[in-house]
């Protein structure tokens, strides 16, 4: 009795083997195009004899595998946290060209021409009333300019903060999918290729928001690090994030935008460990490049620094020189103020004087010797004088340093969001073509794409050597 | 009229060049080894055509010319992205070839991924 029941027992159990191997198939197939989904191979194993029932000889047992390479999914992960860095600094740092935008019909380098134009102009006929009027004009034309671009980047500034508040909030969604994903593949009797994927997919996703590691744990569920340090998702705990403004990084420097940091759930400061992603991006430009331009932290920013030393020099020059050009000499207003309280609202507060009249703007320089047009001309030559006053470098010359940097940086995003789409997709293909191989033909199959990149890596170094001599024998 | 015509030449030399980067971005966007392989030989021809554009220039003397200028910078940039990808391709595959050497053959002393070498497999029969 004991072999007929074993032979029907081990029938059963084999046709109840093939047909999950049949419904593995028709997943794979059903699956085939679903986004984080890995093939699952059916794999049919002889079961052991067991000796003391004689039950289920020579019977056959499915055993799911899953095709998932462990760095094939990493090296994704990791390229998409690159591309979601990339792609937000392009993304936020774009906007900022308005503001620094070096053509002269921009709204900065126009109005500094139009003042060092009517300065000129003032210095051919000083007591002409419509030209000491034209440099009022033109002055209130140079504040405005700079309140408006100190709005646009408080605008942007804003909008970074925020979107830094919506990036934590979406990285805290994505952990408790992930925990609760974990939590039904640990109730799962066995592999379940649907969990895996959507567990799969909502790792990429949180990829591009944040630099992960993700390490496996038992039958298929994973613990999240954020950093490679700190645990965001540990089996079923979930250890939410949140970004936090630092007021004591503007002690001294009032009016600055405080530095916004990163801190786990125990309100341990870890903005350090955000490398990659949308977030790291994000936070790039909060606390590093947008106080280079506008302040912020212990930094009072290009704009102001620009814009304070566009009034000083003015008004330098206006209240060292006299409204006469003969005894007794009368000294001349400032033309600019300015909040100096707050050194790193300088640029929004740049305003002309209530106060000043035409016939207050000093064109006389007492010397000796006099010389009735003598400060007009000084301010008329102040943006090209040797050295400037902008750390060593005129008003136009340092509001060009600053575009540059927003150009190189922009230019710098799109190249590398460029790149980094076309690495994306190497890192997806390769992860198809290593599905489910054995480590040495993934190897293998790594060092062929090595070195043929290699290859071409080493022409595009000498294609960019020639590129720069041609440019050198093209004038422009 | 003969300098007008080798400035031709460059010209033609330069829409050449960039005739074969559009082809290498194409190969590129598909990542096969084969892809790799035939970038790298276009790329060789991106070389050549573009060392031709500048010996003829060097040759005949070079005019302002902004749109061969632009021709170039542009070309530049499109280099620009080519050796970002195989700066970031490069980090990553090593980093995964370092992942899988270390779990085929464990570490060395010195805690670096064990090399890969290749075993020749003899198969005997009878």
Known sequence: ??????????????????????????????????????????????QDYQSDTGINTGGVQEVTQDTRSTYADTAVQQQLS????????????????????????????????ALFQSFSQWSTQPSNANYQSAVIDAAQQTASAFQQAAVQLGQIQTAVTSNIQSTVTQINQDAAAIQSYNQQIAQSPQPNAGLSAQLENTLENLSSLANIQVLP?????????????????????????????????????????PTISIEDSNGNDITGEIGTGSLAGLLSVSNTFLPSLIGG???????????????????????????????????????FTYNAASPAGIAGSLAVSSTITGSQLAAADTGPPVVANGAALTLAGLDSSDPGPVDGQGFTAYFASLTSSVGNAVNNANTQVTAQSQLV???????????????????????????????????????NDTLQSLLSIIPG | MEHATEYGDAAECLQAAQASMRQVKRLL???????????????????IQLGCVAAILRQNGSQPDARMRAGVEELQNEVAVLA??????????????????SRRGGYTERGQAAPLTLVRKLSVEG
């Open chain 2, 84 to 101: 970002a990808f195989f700066a970031g391709a490069g980090k990553m595959l090593s980093g995964w070839l370092d992942a899988v050497r």
């Open chain 1, 217 to 257: 744990g038992n039958g298929g569920t994973v613990t999240v690090l954020l950093g490679g340090q700190t645990a965001l998702v540990e089996g079923d705990n979930v250890n939410a994030i949140q970004a936090v403004n630092d007021t004591a990084s503007t002690a001294g420097n009032p009016g600055a935008a």
């Open chain 1, 425 to 463: 997709a190497q890192a997806q293909s390769l992860q198809q073509q290593v599905s489910g191989v054995s480590l040495d033909e993934e190897a293998v199959r790594l060092v062929q794409f090595q070195s043929s990149y290699d290859a071409a890596s080493k022409v595009v170094t000498v294609i």
């Open chain 1, 1 to 46: 009795m004991g072999n007929l029941y074993s032979i029907l027992n081990s029938a059963a159990q084999s046709l109840q083997a093939f047909e999950q191997a049949i419904d593995v198939t028709q997943n794979n197939v059903t699956n085939a195009n679903s986004p984080g989904y890995a093939d699952q191979v059916p794999q049919l194993i002889s």
């Open chain 2, 29 to 47: 966007s598909r990542p096969s080894v084969e892809a790799a392989d035939e970038s790298a030989t276009l790329l060789r021809e991106v070389e």
């Open chain 1, 82 to 113: 690159l591309q979601g860095m990339y792609q937000q600094l392009q993304t936020t740092l774009t906007p900022l060209q308005n503001v620094f935008d070096v053509s002269s019909d921009s709204a900065i380098p126009s109005a500094l021409n």
């Open chain 1, 297 to 335: 932290g212990q930094q009072v920013g290009g704009l102001n620094t620009l814009a304070q030393g566009l009034a000083d020099s003015v008004n330098t020059v206006l209240e060292g020189a006299s409204t006469t050009s003969t005894p007794p000499y009368q000294a001349g207003s400032a033309l």
